[in-house]
């Protein structure tokens, strides 16, 4: 696992978009797995910006997102103001769970063949939670899962209680599986703030540990690792 230590948010930002950047740069077509939360948000600015600043074309450019809350649309009303509208990214090129499904294990099993037909996410980006969580694989989650149903742990619903200032906070999500995650060939995981130190130095142990689901991340050829001073202090303490 390659670690990338950068200062703080905006240099976390600028050096995730670069990254992400030259993927979709140098390729002819390529499938990106998206996140969403607040790690991610400033690395999305500077891709706006540098999809304006090139003029590059994105029809190429296919994505297919990790979660969506259960009875809601939250996530797609973030990628849609956050990414897709305004890097420019064509609407029928992306995908994210459908948390109004009627039958919601058919759309888990309809949301796997989506990424199959696609061939595969070329590369995965991350966020990690305060618990350890990716995607929204909760602590003891199966390392084999594929995208399934979840119960939100409290740690969880808290810390994203602020993004439901309007509607209730729907208690169940759609999830890609750890099974799922880990078939990318490539991952990019993005931890930022104190909050993430304990799980980002469970991490860097090396060892696998189900109640903390990113550490399954070492079993995985391709994974980079952008933290800040924060997400790193408990790492550091100890070396
Ligand atoms: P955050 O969420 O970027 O809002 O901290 C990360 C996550 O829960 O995976």
Redesign the pocket.
Known sequence: MKLIKVSGEEELSRMAAEYVFSKIKNADRVVLGL???????GMYRHLSKYSKEYKLSLSHVHTVN?DEYVGSKAYHAYMHQNVFDPIGIPNHQTHIPDGYAVDLEKECMRYEAVIQQLGGIDLQV?????NG????NEPGTDFSSRTHVVELTES?LS??AKYFTREKQPRKAITMGIGTILESKEILL?A??L??AHAVRELFKGSLNENIPATVLNHHPNVTVIADRGARSLLEEES
């Open positions: 996140a969403t939360g607040r790690t991610p948000l990790l991350l966020g990690i939670g305060e969580h990716i995607g929204f969880t810390a994203n993005l930022a703030g909050k993430k």
